[in-house]
Nanobody, 115 residues
Framework: QVQLVQSGGGLVQPGGSLRLSCAAS????????MGWYRQAPGKQRELVAT???????NYADSVKGRFTLSRDNAKNTMYLQMNSLKPEDTAVYYC?????????WGQGTQVTVSS
């Protein structure tokens, strides 16, 4: 069983920055694909970024150059650094762990970008 506990998020003005964290229990963090997803009101959940155990990252076009996913395998923790935030980034953000067999989700954290 894997538990993902998120922290960070909140209210920020356009152009500001936030960092999200996702701490994983269990021993599978280092061998799993980790990712961030988000869901805005009235919209489907969408992929924001993924990171493989080997360090390869992929980003949605809408966040490329602004968001950075990183992972600290020693601490079983993944981060999402979000810079130059825009109002359209407003959503509930979820971290995800894909072990190859099972899919796990964090509890979600609200990010609101507004002046």
């Amino acid at each position: 069983q894997v538990q993902l506990v998120q922290s960070g998020g909140g209210l920020v003005q356009p152009g500001g920055s936030l960092r999200l964290s996702c701490a994983a229990s269990g021993r599978i963090f280092g061998s799993s694909v980790m990712g961030w997803y988000r869901q805005a009101p009235g919209k489907q959940r969408e992929l924001v970024a993924t990171g493989t155990p080997g360090g390869t990252t992929n980003y949605a076009d809408s966040v490329k150059g602004r968001f950075t996913l990183s992972r600290d395998n020693a601490k079983n923790t993944m981060y999402l650094q979000m810079n130059s935030l825009k109002p359209e980034d407003t959503a509930v953000y979820y971290c995800n762990c894909w072990t190859g067999s099972y899919d796990y989700w964090g509890q979600g954290t609200q990010v609101t970008v507004s002046s």
